[in-house]
């Protein structure tokens, strides 16, 4: 085995996960931001619960996804670490941009900014790391990678509570978070290197990118990977969806400030999550766990057991028990990252990784950004003239969405009945490693 295709693997190729770990840490920051922010800005611009969703989740997603397919294509080709760097920039840019809005169209404008620029991060960041670890590794590496979830949620909420309850100022937690993304774009450009394309692949190495069209035809087809994706997008669904309106709900049913809750919840993202994240790293690095039909099962399994707490988080009327079952439900949200997107980009060739993971995250972000703020928005604003309060009705909108967790589970588990005849497709002859 030659020098390029051994597993043996090098400090900088760490460096590199680590790197990309705080570029996801800002952009999850960012998005975070606005959850946080969310009843604020309602109360300012007068907004139902629908139309809030339509401001800060949809203007998001419907650009994100626009930009997201070209820029994917050109990462299965073209430099990727320019493109985070570039990315970074305007995405950071556009946030802290946000903060210097007064009124709804200048929001919504800045927002698709936003959407346009985080568009070019986790597609180009995935395909780096893949091509940085051989297929047995890339579930770690990617676990590692995902440590900017927890990390990204608690600067979005605990950080960014405290700074709107310093300045009694919405707008200063955008331009304090959205600052520092615009310089360590340089930091991008100046200390990772791009890795060559398919470097640990049986195949061997191509520069010949794969069109859209030959992408989705092949995800199609390849039903492992599409099912990992539905289970994807749906755990979008139920997590991301219900971590969207937590913050709203909380300062709703139990009277929080938007400090307080933030605080409250920012605590519980940080270190559930990171604790959750870690232990997940760990488990992947063990040598059963090479077998990726394992750790499909091991997703499922949480998935289904954790929605259960999910569901008892808005059914009971009791705060600590809210706060207990969050501490049990926050590490099953963000676990699933890091392992799935491996599994995913596994059954992908090299040619198609940039794509395949945008295409990935299309369906992610119509879920967690166009269907759960807008249709749970909807749900609340419907009952509430019946129930005689936002609060009940936004609680009944998430009972709703919290039981989708075991749609996702079914996913996990179907996506294992094609590992072997996928694999070989790809050819990967042999059992799954």
Request: aromatic share 12%.
């Amino acid at each position: 085995m030659n020098s390029e295709t051994t597993p043996t693997l090098s400090p900088a190729r760490w460096y590199v996960v680590t790197i990309l770990a705080l570029v996801y840490a800002l952009n999850i920051a960012d998005r975070y931001i606005v959850s946080t922010v969310l009843e604020p800005i309602r109360k300012e611009f007068a907004l139902s619960d629908t139309g809030v969703g339509w401001l800060t989740g949809v203007s998001l997603a419907f650009f994100y996804i626009i930009a997201g397919l070209p820029i994917a294509r050109y990462a299965d080709r073209g430099n990727r670490r320019n493109i985070v760097a570039v990315a970074l920039v305007t995405w950071s840019g556009m946030t802290a941009l946000l903060g210097l809005t007064h009124n709804f169209w200048q929001f919504l404008l800045a927002r698709i900014g936003v959407g346009i620029g985080e568009a070019g991060c986790t597609p180009p960041s995935t395909s780096i790391i893949a091509d940085n670890f051989p297929r047995g590794r890339r579930a770690f590496a990617l676990t590692l990678w995902a440590l900017g979830l927890p990390l990204g949620a608690w600067l979005g909420s605990s950080v960014a509570g405290a700074i709107v309850d310093h300045f009694h100022s919405w707008r200063a937690a955008f331009i304090a978070l959205g600052v520092p993304g615009v310089l360590f774009g340089a930091v991008i450009l100046f200390t990772v290197r791009e890795p060559v394309r398919g470097r640990f692949e049986l195949r061997g190495r191509t520069d010949d990118a794969a069109t859209f069209v030959e992408t989705c035809r092949f995800l199609w087809t390849q039903r492992s990977a599409w099912h990992i994706n539905a289970a994807g997008a749906v755990i979008c669904l139920w997590g991301w969806g219900m971590l969207f309106w937590m913050q709203t709900y909380f300062e709703r049913a139990y009277g929080l400030s938007t400090s307080e809750a933030g605080a409250r919840l920012g605590t519980i993202y940080f270190w559930a999550g990171t604790l959750a994240t870690i232990a997940t790293g760990a488990l992947l690095a063990l040598p059963q766990m090479q077998d990726v039909k394992r750790i499909a099962w091991f997703l499922a399994a949480i998935v289904i057991v954790s929605t259960i707490p999910s569901f008892l988080i808005f059914w009971t009327h009791s705060l600590s028990v809210a706060t207990a079952m969050l501490w049990i439900v926050i590490p099953c949200v963000y676990l699933y990252m890091g392992p799935t997107m491996a599994l995913l980009l596994n059954f992908l060739p090299p040619t198609m990784r940039a794509q395949g993971m945008a295409i990935s995250l299309l369906a992610a972000n119509v879920c967690n950004l166009i269907v759960a703020p807008t249709v749970v928005g909807w749900i609340s604003d419907t009952l509430a003239p019946r129930l005689g309060s936002n609060a009940e009705s936004l609680r009944y909108a998430l009972l709703a969405l919290s039981l989708t967790g075991f749609w996702a589970g079914y996913h996990y588990l179907t996506s294992v009945r094609t590992f072997d005849s996928d694999d070989v497709r790809l050819g990967h002859p042999g059992k799954l490693a």
